[in-house]
Antibody
Framework: EVQLVESGGGLVKPGGSLRLSCVAS????????MNWVRQAPGKGLEWVSS????????YNADSVKGRFTISRDNAKNSLYLQLESLRAEDTAVYYC????????WGQGTLVTVSS | DIQMTQSPSTLSASVGDRVTITCRAS??????LAWYQQKPGKAPNLLIYKASSLQIGVPSRFSGSGSGTEFTLTISSLQPDDFATYYCQQYDTYWTFGQGTKVEIK
């Protein structure tokens, strides 16, 4: 069974940093593109970042370019999202999702940016 | 950037109704279109990919059609479990979601 488990969310002040993790199991992690998607409270889905199976190709939404960094460690079956220079509008549940399109999702981790 | 526009934003329907949701892309995306269902407090679930292919495990009452810039998701006979929010997503050039369509009980 495919499982994706996110962690690392929490309350952070504007301008602060956070690192999200997603641990995968139940499939060959290093064969799949992986993604981050976020959802602000009461709002729709927003694609954030994607990374190719080997980690060579990275794509970011304009809204997070220069502030968020996606990475992966295939030896640890893990996906990461480093969040820097956080703003109130980054407050959201952050989901990791597998493949293209996104055929499996984690349960999400909540990031709250507030002073 | 490719924009995705869904209509309607909210849809009121009854169990057994045939329901259709429309998604329009700001430029042609071929058939690189997916549909997701999301229930409150839960992660989205992939229903349809490549515009009309049913994801494994998804009931056959869900179907998708379209190509280019116009797409539809149809639920042939609405069931109680189908009251949820539905999103389209293009994956032709990067990834963009529509704003969502909430299907509520009439």
């Amino acid at each position: 069974e495919v499982q994706l488990v996110e962690s690392g969310g929490g309350l952070v002040k504007p301008g602060g940093s956070l690192r999200l993790s997603c641990v995968a199991s139940g499939f060959t992690f290093n064969s799949y593109t992986m993604n981050w998607v976020r959802q602000a409270p009461g709002k729709g889905l927003e694609w954030v970042s994607s990374i190719s199976s080997g980690g060579l190709n990275v794509y970011n939404a304009d809204s997070v370019k220069g502030r968020f960094t996606i990475s992966r460690d295939n030896a640890k079956n893990s996906l990461y999202l480093q969040l820097e220079s956080l703003r109130a509008e980054d407050t959201a549940v952050y989901y990791c999702a597998r493949s293209n399109p996104f055929d499996s999702w984690g349960q999400g981790t909540l990031v709250t940016v507030s002073s | 950037d490719i924009q995705m526009t869904q209509s309607p934003s909210t849809l009121s329907a009854s169990v057994g109704d045939r329901v259709t949701i429309t998604c329009r892309a700001s430029q042609s995306i071929g058939t690189w279109l997916a549909w997701y269902q999301q229930k409150p407090g839960k992660a989205p679930n992939l229903l349809i990919y490549k515009a009309s292919s049913l994801q494994i495990g998804v009931p056959s009452r869900f179907s998708g059609s379209g190509s280019g810039t116009e797409f539809t998701l149809t639920i042939s006979s609405l069931q109680p479990d189908d009251f949820a929010t539905y999103y389209c997503q293009q994956y032709d050039t990067y990834w963009t979601f529509g704003q969502g369509t909430k299907v509520e009980i009439k």
